[in-house]
């Protein structure tokens, strides 16, 4: 008698369904897992070591066919008077917020967005991990950032790549390069006047000259003499100016 033989029934496996969504969700959560990572280390990097550019400083040296003037600078070697100006000219409260002045940002929205509220710590955000630009993508990432750069750098270091890493002329980055390029000597020689002149020229150093100041910048620089003198006495550059 003839033996009949059985197929044996295989069932194609597929793809689909709740075990490829989970491997999927698994890929995703490791990789923003790494991003993460990463982007942290980075953050810890520039808590000690000299930040050697910029996103910014490469669009410029982009824009402009050719190298920008950038060289580290230590806090030491560059003039207190210069410190404690750019604090007075951009965020006298430096040294009591977290990050984000909530006195400053009530104060822009009452005005109607017509001021900025950026801190220290936003710009040095801005400037050092991300692009320029209002977009909202961009805003968030600052706003992530911001308080783990508060958590992981002290106010003088973040200060201290400030004053690095801002532009006070087109393609002049940080203190070093714009006191040569203004004033003919190195950031520990400026004298208050030089350093508020300095101060004066932010946030738009494309369109303010520091070593040939119209009437703006010298007015804007009477104020920031005044400006660095009272934050010096009533403790509010206490986190740096040491």
Known sequence: MARKTQKKSTKKTTNTGPGLFRRI???VLRLVAVVAGLGLL???AYSILPVPTTPYMMAEAGRQSGSVDYQWTPIERISPALARSVVAAEDANFCTHWGFDLTA????IDAGG????????QQVVKNS???HGRNWSRKALEALITPIVELTWSKRRILEVYLNVA???AGVFGAEAASRHYFGVGPEALTVQQAAQLAAVLPAPKDRDAGNPGPFVRRRAAQIVDGAATISRDGRASCFDH
């Open 25 to 27: 969700r698994r890929r």
């Open 42 to 44: 980075w953050i810890l």
């Open 105 to 108: 940002i009530r104060a822009a």
């Open 114 to 121: 017509q001021r900025g509220a950026s801190t220290i710590t």
């Open 129 to 131: 991990f991300l692009w």
């Open 167 to 169: 532009e006070f002329d």
